[in-house]
Nanobody
């Protein structure tokens, strides 16, 4: 059975930082982070491919960093200089080596407020 577990969300003040983790039960081929705020569409925030190439939404570029630790089967999202508009539920999505399809984390709440 495939498990994808997210962690690291919480309440942070504007300008603060959080690091989200997405740990999978298998080797990760590629990963993505999405977010969805109440009443808004789901938004692709960042992605990292099998070779380590990264892409970011314009709204987070320069502030967020997606990375991998292959030994831990984990994808991270480092979020710096957080703004209230970053408030959302964040979801990771991974593709695993040797398996077809995509696997989603359960979501973790990020709230940026003073």
């Amino acid at each position: 059975q495939v498990h994808v577990m997210e962690s690291g969300g919480g309440l942070v003040q504007p300008g603060g930082s959080l690091r989200l983790s997405c740990a999978a039960s298998g080797s990760i081929f590629s990963g993505e982070w999405y977010r969805q705020a109440p009443g808004k569409q789901r938004e692709l925030v960042a992605r990292i491919d099998y070779g380590g190439t990264t892409r970011y939404a314009d709204s987070v570029k320069g502030r967020f960093t997606i990375s991998r630790d292959n030994a831990k089967n984990t994808v991270y999202l480092q979020m710096n200089s957080l703004k209230p508009e970053d408030t959302a539920v964040y979801y990771c999505n991974v593709r695993l080596i040797g398996l077809s399809g995509e696997y989603w984390g359960q979501g973790t709440q990020v709230t940026v407020s003073s």
